[in-house]
C-alpha cells in the first residue's frame, strides 16, 4: 500500500494508530506500506518525529517538496490523507480505503493459510 500523509495533517496522523495495527497484523502476510511524505523541506524534523511518535515501522519517504512531491504527482495527489493498495502485479486494487474496509480488504485479498 502507498499511504500519502505529511506531519501536519490531522486526518492523517489521526488514522495513524489503526494503520500501525493493520500493519502488524498482515506484515508477515505479504504486506506492506510505503509512507509518501508531502512535507517539506521546513518540516523534516516535524516529519522524522511523527515517523517515531506515530510507531509508524514501514518505510517511509519524502522529497520534502510539500505538493510538488515527485510520487504524488505520478498518482495526482490532491488531498491526504490518500492511499493506493497494490497487489504483487502492480495492480490498483482499493483507493482511500477506511481502516474497517482495509482490514477487510486485506482478510479477502491475503487469507490465513
Known sequence: MIDFWASWCGPCRD???ELVKIYNKFKDRNFTILGVSLDGADGKDAW????????LSWPQVSDLKHWKN????LYSIRKIP???LIDPQGVIIAKDIE???LMEKLKQVLPIK
Do not use: M, R, W, Y
Open 82 to 84: 490518500q492511499s493506493f
Open 15 to 17: 488514522a495513524n494508530p
Open 48 to 55: 522524522l518525529k511523527a515517523i517515531k511518535d506515530d510507531g
Open 99 to 101: 481502516a474497517t474496509e
Open 70 to 73: 515527485e510520487v504524488g504527482k
